[in-house]
T-cell receptor, first 112, second 113 residues
Framework: GENVEQHPSTLSVQEGDSAVIKCTYS??????FPWYKQELGKGPQLIID?????GEKKDQRIAVTLNKTAKHFSLHITETQPEDSAVYFC???????????FGKGTRLHILP | EAQVTQNPRYLITVTGKKLTVTCSQN?????MSWYRQDPGLGLRQIYY???????DKGDVPEGYKVSRKEKRNFPLILESPSPNQTSLYFC????????????FGQGTRLTVV
């Protein structure tokens, strides 16, 4: 069925270290994979996205990688800072219909 | 300022009393959708709309209705709310259906007693 598996559900990293969140998607024909950050009391906000014709994309401390063969995509945050503490969601834009499927989210804690 | 506005932000109601949560966007976006967010379940799409008068079911449509009479507005209607609809609801809009950023509202926390 339509499903995006996201791991881990909770992640704690020391400030300055790197964080990696992984997602697995279901539809091999899907071609747009966004990542959203949700801060406490707010709606999710796009932080980076990747399309299926690209293997990696970077934006300062944030990067996303896509492995189409394995149907995996990952979010990488380097040199983590306290303001990176939030819930992160991956998503898959389904190609066969018009739905958008989100992962269950990862709560990232940056430890001082 | 470009934004998605939901109202109300908080709502406590009783079982069976019809309610409407409004959503409005000022970006002339075509695609709008409603999500509910529950602990451990993430964001689940309730309904979406490709354009005016075009709506379709998402993953969890039971117990909800929507309408899209104007491009900017996409209200969520609960005809007979039940306690299992207690949740945090988000409206979102995107310029197009495919490959564009979704802008989310601030959320509506609904409690049905």
């Amino acid at each position: 069925g339509e499903n995006v598996e996201q791991h881990p559900s909770t992640l704690s990293v020391q400030e300055g270290d790197s964080a990696v969140i992984k997602c697995t998607y279901s539809d091999s024909a899907s071609n747009y994979f966004p990542w959203y950050k949700q801060e406490l009391g707010k709606g999710p906000q796009l932080i980076i996205d990747i399309r299926s014709n690209v293997g990696e994309k970077k934006d300062q401390r944030i990067a996303v990688t896509l492995n189409k063969t394995a149907k995996h995509f990952s979010l990488h945050i380097t040199e983590t800072q306290p303001e990176d503490s939030a819930v992160y969601f991956c998503a898959e834009e389904m190609n066969r219909d018009d739905k958008i499927i989100f992962g269950k989210g990862t709560r990232l804690h940056i430890l001082p | 300022e470009a934004q998605v506005t939901q109202n109300p932000r908080y709502l406590i109601t009783v079982t069976g009393k019809k309610l409407t949560v409004t959503c409005s966007q000022n970006m002339n976006h075509e695609y709008m959708s409603w999500y509910r967010q529950d602990p451990g379940l993430g964001l689940r799409q309730i309904y979406y709309s490709m354009n005016v008068e075009v709506t379709d079911k998402g993953d969890v449509p039971e117990g909800y209705k929507v309408s899209r009479k104007e491009k900017r507005n996409f209200p969520l209607i609960l005809e007979s709310p039940s306690p299992n609809q207690t949740s945090l609801y988000f409206c979102a809009s995107s310029l197009f259906r495919r490959g564009t950023e979704a802008f989310f509202g601030q959320g509506t926390r609904l409690t049905v007693v």
